[in-house]
């Protein structure tokens, strides 16, 4: 019965940090629409990667790295907001005409960004910022008071 109530309480969790529309989910869907379902999934697996990150160094009470990462707050959302900056400023400088072909389909030339380009792009985002962090801490807080 307590194994059951870690993994449904895990997945609560787990839906409630993912739920959220943010920035980076925001990406995602950009993404999908763009450049096709596979880029867009490997970009939720970038953000993904990186909420877990959060939720290991929370879970298992690596206060070192917490408090480390809580030193260093102000530069993370310095380098996470410029991050979001160029994002938006290169996506609204692109010409959404060429990225899908003239049926409909997304574009699969040279300019369409890799999988591993878009799994890293939503990990930096997600691991700079640190309110995430906060976030799951507050989350697993109250959930082991019940």
Known sequence: ?????????????????????????????????????????????????????????TAFGLTAISQLIEGYATPLKLAGGLMLLGFGI????????????????PCRDA????LVRAVLSTFALTITNPA???????LFAGFGSL
């Not at 409630?16 to 939720?44: K, Q, S, Y």
């Not at 300019?111 to 890799?114: E, G, K, L, Q, V």
């Not at 995430?132 to 507050?138: E, H, I, M, W």
Request: glycine content about 14%; proline content about 5%.
């Open 1 to 57: 019965m307590y194994f059951f109530f870690l993994v449904s309480g895990g997945i609560v969790i787990g839906l409630i940090v993912a739920a959220p529309i943010g920035p980076v989910n925001l990406i995602c869907i950009r993404r999908t629409l763009a450049f096709g379902p596979l880029n867009g999934f490997f970009a939720g697996l970038g953000a993904a990667f990186g909420d877990g990150v959060f939720a290991v160094i």
């Open 111 to 114: 300019a369409t960004p890799s």
């Open 132 to 138: 995430t962090l906060f976030g799951f801490a507050a």
């Open 90 to 105: 290169h996506i609204f400088n692109t010409d959404v005409s060429k990225l899908r072909e003239s049926d409909g389909t």
